[in-house]
């Protein structure tokens, strides 16, 4: 089979799972936030609470999740100023840096870090550090 075949939409329709669809379901939801589409609260808890558990389970936040949660909070959207950072002096393995200017998100953000009992501080008036790992 070359690859032309391989990859053809019945080929690739084998592949599908439930959960792989609600994946998918679940990114164009948040590439519609992210592009200011409209919300829908229930949904937006419901994956909040999916991203929670997913980290508790791993017991590490990695990129994905904070992007993801950044667009869920109205941290990250097409027309804000926003930006996922890393600063020398924390371990990039450890940290993250959550730059933006929206407070309510910020809040929404550190009250999330609180629920799954990770540590965050604010760096400054604009600078959120997450704690990727439990201390």
Known sequence: ???REWFSEEI???FETEEGKERMNEHDYL???FENGEENPDYTRS???KIKARILRRKYVNSEDVDFLSILTGARRIDKEF???FKPQWKFEEHIVVVSDNIV???KLMEIWKEINFDCKLLSE???LLFRIKK
Do not use: T
């Open 1 to 3: 089979m070359g690859s």
């Open 12 to 14: 690739c329709k084998l």
């Open 31 to 33: 590439m519609s936030l």
């Open 47 to 49: 994956l909040i609470e």
């Open 83 to 85: 930006d996922l950072m």
């Open 105 to 107: 998100a910020r809040e």
């Open 126 to 128: 604009n600078e959120l």
